[in-house]
């Protein structure tokens, strides 16, 4: 299993912005799927969004219209863009690969805390 390295969680006001950052070895990012998952409080870990490497991008509902996944290939890093973050955004979010041999996410990050306050 290949740690990935994520950067970026904070805390911010409702309404507020951030950016999300995690870097993976390019010998894995370059054919997986990268995504962010998320796990509040009590709660089960969720998909947020995901982007393969041909582009296609998946977003859960909660998130869409104010978030956004991208990838940088030469930079082997992929982002989150998280904005009009509200209370219910609060978790600690995970970055997480997916090998294109894979159905499931093998990869993944340590985890960085995002807090929105109203």
């Known amino acids: 299993q290949v740690q990935l390295v994520e950067s970026g969680g904070g805390s911010v006001q409702a309404g507020g912005s951030l950016r999300l950052s995690c870097a993976a070895p390019?010998?894995?990012?370059?054919?997986?799927?990268m995504a962010w998952h998320r796990q509040a409080s009590g709660k089960q870990r969720e998909l947020v969004a995901e982007?393969?490497?041909?582009?296609?991008?998946n977003y859960a509902d909660s998130v869409k219209g104010r978030f956004t996944i991208s990838r940088d290939n030469a930079k082997n890093t992929v982002y989150l863009q998280m904005n009009s973050l509200n209370p219910e955004d609060t978790a600690v979010y995970y970055c997480?690969?997916?090998?294109?041999?894979?159905?499931?996410?093998?990869?993944w990050g340590q985890g960085t805390q995002v807090t929105v306050s109203s």
């Open positions: 997480a690969g997916k090998p294109s041999w894979a159905n499931i996410y093998r990869n």
């Open positions: 390019r010998s894995i990012f370059i054919t997986s799927t």
């Open positions: 982007i393969t490497s041909e582009y296609s991008t």
